[in-house]
């Protein structure tokens, strides 16, 4: 018997986002967290990119905001050793908010617990298997193991995916040997912080402030007499295999210090240890069947800041197309673009990290000069913007079926003010429920009848635009534009058009 509509394995950022999206398409998922509380490991310092703005439209962006810990910086980005500064644009095509990890999972649990989620904290899947029609997991909880059967099951379950290994999902990639290691800690009084910054340490002699390259790899101290709380980074090649969840100790801090510096480096208390790895794998498939993969699970990109917003991205496309299938309306294939979208997605931001990968890791004077003219072209404002949409993940057009699409089709769609007859709203404001939304922007009544067939799934809003970059769109739950048209050819084929683009997305009316 089907007890629930779709499992989500793992309450990461991913899994809890995805919960979310499928609680307001009306869906009950069932969450299942083999922790039993939320996890305290240090990860990310941040959220950045296109998520941003699709959590301004679903009207939590300044929620997220009051939470930060610390002001929002200028935005300025880490690029494979160079960096991408937007300080000089009044409009940065990218954003960041320094949400610690553990804070944006604790705001997205309350949000799932608003939404009346089903999270089971504590409840490991052990095993998965699928027929035509359901899936069946095995979980062992507190009281002892049970099976659960759900019409589907996505993968939010991490790097070391066990879903994605029952199902038979190959994940090529590359590993790379490079361990970065970062220490928030207090230093004994025998270590003096000298008034430039530097470390004077007995028995070894002075460590420069900054970075010190060595043979072994690359240390880096960043200190001020005036705080007893310095932080260390170091840099190097190792063969061990890590897990993210295991968390770093002073001890691993001091044998890397020890290797790398060759210093011995007596520390006081440890105020944050972070070791992060570098790895680029992408599963080659995002659905096999009734089982789905979404976040980490799916892809592990070999650069920093862009997992999550990732991640939490594949949640907002699949949700909707899974809750189609299950309340009965899915086009034939619906499911099957969250694939098709979302791997093209990854595959984008997999160039540029490898990318970064490459502009990072030499270490020689062609690879300085390298960066440097990197660095150069960075300082015009075309290329800039260009690289910020890709770090961001906003340059993003998902292929939409039929040729001559207009501009907007399969990009994120543009936060129009619209003035209706109950007064001024934005395509932002529509969004918030996560409803496909019709806009005429040309008042077209035909257009409006078309939809109107749809009006059960569909929203349709009649509105003038200040800017007008369509006459009439049509936006999916996850703010991309399914169809667009601009009325000015003598052969109106908007009608037509817009009626396949309904079928093709929401099914038949
Ligand atoms: C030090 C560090 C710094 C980072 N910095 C950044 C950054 O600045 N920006 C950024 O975007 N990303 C960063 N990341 C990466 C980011 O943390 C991950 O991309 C993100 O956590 C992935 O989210 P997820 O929900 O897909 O998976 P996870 O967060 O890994 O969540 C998976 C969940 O599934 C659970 N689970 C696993 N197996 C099972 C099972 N069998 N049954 C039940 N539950 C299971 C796990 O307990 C876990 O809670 C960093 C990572 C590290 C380690």
């Known amino acids: 018997m089907i007890e629930a509509d779709v499992i989500i394995v793992g309450a990461g950022p991913t899994g809890l986002m995805l919960a979310a999206e499928l609680r307001l398409a009306g869906v009950r998922p069932l969450v299942l967290e083999r922790q039993p509380q939320r996890r305290v490991t240090p ?237 680029a794998h992408q599963a080659e498939r995002y659905r096999h069947r009734r089982i789905l993969l979404a976040g980490d699970a799916a892809h592990l990109f070999p650069a920093t800041g862009v997992a999550i917003n990732a991640g939490m991205l594949d949640a907002v496309n699949l949700a909707w197309k899974l809750a189609a299938d299950i309340h009965g309306w899915a086009p034939a294939g619906l499911l099957d673009t969250y694939h098709h979208e979302r791997h093209l997605a990854g595959a984008r931001t997999m160039l540029h990290t490898r990318a970064q990968v490459a502009l990072r890791r030499g270490h020689d004077v062609a690879a300085e000069a390298l960066r440097e003219v990197f660095q150069e072209l960075l300082a015009d404002e075309s290329p800039l913007r260009r690289m910020g949409a890709l770090v961001a993940g906003t340059d993003i057009r998902y292929p939409m079926p039929g040729s001559d699409q207009h501009a907007l089709a399969g990009t994120f769609a543009p936060d129009l003010t619209l003035h209706t007859d109950q007064g001024t709203t934005s395509v932002a404001e529509l969004m918030q429920t996560a409803r496909p939304v019709f806009l005429d922007l040309a008042d077209r009544p035909d257009l409006r009848q078309i939809a109107g067939d749809w009006q059960s799934r569909v929203e349709i809003h009649t509105a003038k635009a200040d800017q007008r970059p369509a006459d009439a769109v049509l936006i999916r739950p996850d703010a991309h534009v399914a169809w667009a048209a601009t009325i000015d050819e003598p052969a109106d084929t908007a009608a037509p058009a817009l009626r396949e683009a309904l079928t093709g997305w929401f099914g038949t009316p």
């Open 43 to 279: 990860k990310a310092g941040g959220l950045g990119g296109q998520i941003l703005e699709l959590l301004r439209y679903r009207g939590l962006l300044e929620r997220f905001q009051a939470a930060c810990t610390d002001p929002v910086p200028a935005p300025r980005f880490p690029f494979g050793g160079v960096h991408l500064d937007f300080t000089q644009l009044a409009d940065p095509p990218m954003h960041a908010l320094p949400l610690p990890q553990q804070l944006l999972e604790q705001l997205l649990d309350e949000r799932a617990g608003e939404l009346d989620v089903d999270l089971r904290r504590g409840h490991e899947v052990v095993g998965v298997s699928q027929d035509a029609a359901a899936v069946t997991v095995d979980v062992r909880g507190p009281d002892g193991p049970y099976q659960v059967i759900a019409r589907y099951l996505v993968g939010c379950d991490g790097a070391r995916s066990r879903v994605r290994d029952r199902a038979g999902i190959g994940f090529p990639g590359t590993t790379y040997p490079e361990v970065n290691r970062l220490a928030q800690v207090t230093l004994p009084d025998t270590v003096t912080i000298l008034g430039n910054g530097d470390l004077d340490v007995p028995g070894f002699g002075t460590i420069r402030a900054g970075f010190t390259r060595t043979d072994r790899g690359l240390f880096g101290v960043s200190a001020s007499p005036t705080s007893t709380v310095v932080s260390l980074y170091t840099i190097e090649d190792e063969s061990t295999e890590y897990d993210d969840d295991t968390p770093m100790t002073v001890t691993e801090l001091q044998d890397s210090l020890r290797r790398v510096l060759g210093v011995d480096l007596p520390v006081g208390k440890a105020l944050r240890l972070s070791r992060f790895t570098f790895k």
